[in-house]
């Protein structure tokens, strides 16, 4: 998507499907230097692209804990250091498996896990964090304002 547009600044495409084949890891926009907003509410990310299985994708967008996925959560490969702006709200991850499509609301702890690897540069967070893992990272993150 960002390779012909590499001045992208705001992406907006609400109600992606799974076909779409848009990757929750940022893959898609990673040419997009410029980019200050992606709003991509009620989407069904396809997030294959790493990984063979789906447990694979969520225990890795999801782990808290294991160095070995450090370095992969939402949008990691998205090159902009400018992000201000987030809102992937009712997201689902989903992977295209035969004969059957899994898809499954973005785990808590894959938002949790975004947060606190987001750019400096991000100040709003829209998605399904609940009120407490909210309370929780606005202690963390005080200048990040997360809304539902």
Known sequence: MSETCVDFEIITWNNINLYSEVSLDGATMRDANNLTEICMDDSEFDDDSEFDDFSNILNSLSNLKMNKYAGIFLFHQCSSNKLERVSIRNAKVGFLGFPTI??????????????????????????????????????????????N
Not at 142 to 147: D, F, K, N, R
Request: charge should be neutral.
């Open 102 to 147: 899994h898809a499954v609301p973005v785990p808590q702890n894959a938002l949790i896990k975004f947060i606190r690897n987001a750019p400096s540069t991000l100040q709003s967070f829209r998605s399904d964090l609940t009120p407490e893992n909210m309370t929780m990272l606005r202690s963390e993150r005080p200048e990040i304002e997360l809304l």
